[in-house]
């Protein structure tokens, strides 16, 4: 057992066969149950490391293998190098040590690696081998993601993500792709040199050909893991859900049209926040979208976002749509067609009428794909009409309360269920609360897609505030929401409600 003290904490390390047990207590509190102590149980299985945390005082454990801030959230330590005698610096060379003897991923100095990038590179060979090359630490490995990652070799990693389309050229793409450098710097793990420049994990050009694997052949997967240059890294990686999405957006395009869409988003500026947009919009308006839809990324998006359902007399509504928002309307490449009216049927004029009667024209039967043509109708208890508001709500709409955030409000009760498919959450049943004046329910866009959704009571306060599949809102934005809404009056300061939100 080893036990030191360092930058306040109490750092005990006890081996255990292959594994060890790491506990990080801070100093004065040496017991295992005393206040403040975390451990941490590593283990060794078929040459990668897995990390549990463990709930004291119960034998109970958490896998946190895919988080690798954990460690830095209890010392804390940077995701990059360690100073020199510092905690993360110390238990970095422990972890690295559980490697003697094994196959284990293990950098040549542990230091400077630092502790994420010791962590995350032995429990995930292939991160491992990114970060040989110089790419930044990931503090969170997607769960997607994982599969393709822990795989031992580049070709086992294409089997795992691809079937067997994981060929020796997709496995050589996924290799040479998965590091996307900084400007100026040659592409892939192949680039050899001294001090390797500082890169980053490329999982967008990883997520991009999962999605559109169900459609694309297996060069056109090489061709997808390869493409772009430097794009921004995204604000979020996508999750499988939208993986998902994504593969059923390709089905439809068919193999050139997915290949041409994904490879806009990765070599375009903004391509990866449009095709985020793109798999938000596309489960919503799937069964409106023509035989062929559009093979441009953009082209698509937009398409997308007019077959959604907005309010049908915009005039009538007491505020004002904010300029370049979509309008419903029904492509005219598919027109509804419109039913033929009975009448009488020409006789020719030597004919008497005696002779000849007239016979009424059979109207045709209907088109059957009519339906899928046109919006989906509002539920049969709440009114498709357009939503009213308070003056000092209605001047919310289209209002920008920081950088790439827009404040939007339902315009009809189809809208408000379009809302609700979008965030994956029950928000599309209140549009008889809002249409009764119960509810206001205000929309926050980010990067021009709907995000997250507040609803404020009557009184002014803060009734729930929540992202996709209720997820918790960042505190940046909750700030800059919540300011603009008390200084417009929508939001009460003194309501007991709004304390924990006005103290983000």
């Not at 400077?112 to 032995?122: D, I, K, P, T, Y």
């Not at 208890?381 to 920081?402: C, D, F, I, K, Q």
């Not at 008390?486 to 009460?492: E, I, W």
Request: charged share 20%; glycine share 10%.
């Amino acid at each position: 057992m080893q036990r030191i003290e360092v930058d306040g904490h109490l750092l005990t390390w006890q081996r255990r066969g292959v594994g060890a047990v790491l506990t990080v207590g801070a100093c004065g509190y040496p017991g295992a149950r005393r206040p403040g102590t975390t451990t941490f149980v590593l283990t060794v299985r078929d040459d990668r490391l897995r990390v549990e945390l463990a709930l004291l005082p119960t034998s109970r454990t958490v896998d946190v293998t895919l988080q690798p801030d954990v460690f830095g959230q209890v010392l804390p330590a940077d995701a990059g190098p360690c100073a020199d005698g510092s905690a993360g610096a110390v238990v970095a060379e422990w972890v690295a040590s559980l490697a003697a003897g094994t196959r284990m991923w293990r950098p040549a100095d542990p230091a400077s690696a630092g502790l994420l990038a010791v962590v995350g590179g032995a429990a995930l060979p292939l991160l491992g081998a990114a970060y040989d090359v110089g790419a930044a630490t990931l503090r969170e490995v997607p769960r997607w993601a994982a599969p393709l990652l822990a795989a031992p070799t580049p070709r086992t990693a294409a089997r795992s993500g691809f079937g067997t389309k994981g060929t020796k050229t997709v496995a050589r793409a996924l290799v040479d792709g998965l590091v996307a450098p900084r400007p100026g710097i040659p592409d892939g793990l192949a680039r050899v040199g001294p001090v390797p420049p500082p890169g980053r994990v490329a999982l967008h050009r990883v997520a991009a050909a999962l999605m559109g694997e169900p459609a694309l052949e297996a060069d056109r997967i090489a061709r997808v893991l390869v493409a772009g240059g430097s794009p921004p890294t995204p604000d979020r990686w996508p999750d499988g859900e939208q993986i998902a999405v994504g593969r059923a957006v390709s089905s439809r395009l068919g193999p050139a049209g997915a290949e041409r869409v994904l490879t806009e988003a990765l070599a375009t500026e903004d391509g990866l926040a449009v095709l985020d947009e793109l798999c938000r919009l596309y489960p919503g308006v799937a069964d409106q979208l023509p035989a062929r839809p559009p093979s441009r990324l953009v082209a698509l998006r937009d398409l997308c976002r007019t077959l959604l359902p907005v309010d049908p007399d915009p005039s009538a509504a007491r505020w004002g749509r904010p300029p370049g928002s979509p309008t419903q309307r029904v492509p005219a490449s598919r027109p509804v067609p419109r039913p033929a009216r009975p009448g009488p049927a020409r006789t020719p004029a030597a004919a008497p009428a005696a002779v000849r009667p007239a016979r009424p024209v059979p109207t045709p039967p209907p088109d059957p794909r009519a339906r899928a043509r046109v919006a989906p109708a509002a539920p049969p208890s709440v009114p498709n009409a357009a939503l009213r508001y308070p003056p000092a709500v209605s001047t919310l709409h289209g209002v920008e309360v920081g950088i790439d955030l827009r404040l939007v409000l339902p315009r009809t009760s189809d809208e408000l269920v379009a809302w609700g498919r979008l965030l994956r959450s029950c928000i599309g049943s209140f549009g008889a609360a809002a249409a009764a004046g119960r509810s206001v329910l205000i929309g926050v866009e980010e990067r021009g897609a709907l995000a997250y959704c507040m609803e404020v009571a009557p009184d002014g306060s803060v009734r729930q505030f929540l992202g996709a599949r209720n997820r918790t809102v960042p505190r940046p934005v909750v700030a800059s929401v919540c300011d603009r809404l008390v200084g417009a009056g929508v939001l009460v300061p003194g309501r007991a409600a709004n304390q924990v939100w006005l103290q983000a």
